[in-house]
C-alpha cells in the first residue's frame, strides 16, 4: 500500500470538493450569458477530477470516498434543480 501523510491527502481533497461545489454554483449562475459555456466546460471537468479522486480513494476508507462521492451528488443537484421559485410554467385551460 501506498503510505502518505493524511493530513495533506484530507486538505487537498477538501480544497478540490469546495472548488467542485463552487464550480457547480458559478456554472448555475452564468445560465444565459456568454460566460455559460466556458462554466459548463470548468464544471465538467471538475465533475471528471473528483470522480477520479473517488475511485482513486476507494481503497483507502469509506470516509474518503464518500466524501467525493456526496459532492458529485451535490454538484449535479445544484447545476440541475431550479431554486428560483418565481418561475411557474404557464398552464393553459
Do not use: N
Not at 44 to 58: D, F, K, N, S
Amino acid at each position: 500500500m501506498i503510505h502518505f501523510e493524511i493530513v495533506p491527502v484530507c486538505w487537498l481533497l477538501g480544497g478540490l470538493e469546495l472548488f467542485g461545489l463552487t464550480s457547480a454554483w458559478v456554472t448555475r449562475q452564468s445560465e444565459g450569458s456568454l460566460r455559460q459555456t466556458p462554466c459548463q466546460l470548468a464544471f465538467l471537468a471538475c465533475m471528471a477530477l473528483i470522480g477520479g479522486a473517488a475511485m482513486a480513494t476507494a481503497g483507502w476508507g469509506v470516509g474518503y470516498w464518500l466524501s467525493c462521492g456526496t459532492t458529485l451528488t451535490l454538484m449535479v443537484l445544484t447545476v440541475t434543480c431550479d431554486f428560483h421559485g418565481c418561475r411557474e410554467a404557464a398552464v393553459s385551460s
